[in-house]
Nanobody
């Protein structure tokens, strides 16, 4: 069983930065691809970024490419999302997820474990 706990969300002005963390329990974190998703009020869950099992590969949604950076520390069982140049449209609940594979996947159904989420609010 893998348990995921997000932290680092909050309120920030447009143009600011936040760093989200996803702490994972369980021995199998290092063998799984991981991802970040977000869901704004009244909208469907949206893929944000993903990273493969060893951090050697990453993939981003077009909407965040060049502004967000995903990374992981397998020794600490933790994944990160550095968010820079934040925009009001980035406002959402951000959730981390652990995939059923070692390679990058981007569909929600390909992820087996989910955290509860952390709220990110960007004011204009």
């Amino acid at each position: 069983q893998v348990q995921l706990v997000e932290s680092g969300g909050g309120l920030v002005q447009a143009g600011g930065s936040l760093r989200l963390s996803c702490a994972a329990s369980g021995r199998i974190f290092s063998n799984r691809a991981m991802g970040w998703f977000r869901q704004a009020a009244g909208k469907e869950r949206e893929f944000v970024a993903a990273i493969n099992w060893n951090g050697g590969g990453t993939y981003y949604a077009d909407s965040v490419k060049g502004r967000f950076t995903i990374s992981r520390d397998n020794a600490e069982n933790t994944m990160y999302l550095q968010m820079d140049s934040l925009k009001p449209e980035d406002t959402a609940v951000y959730s981390c997820a652990a995939a059923g594979s070692t390679w990058i996947v981007i569909k929600p159904h390909e992820y087996l474990y989910w955290g509860q989420g952390t709220q990110v609010t960007v004011s204009s």
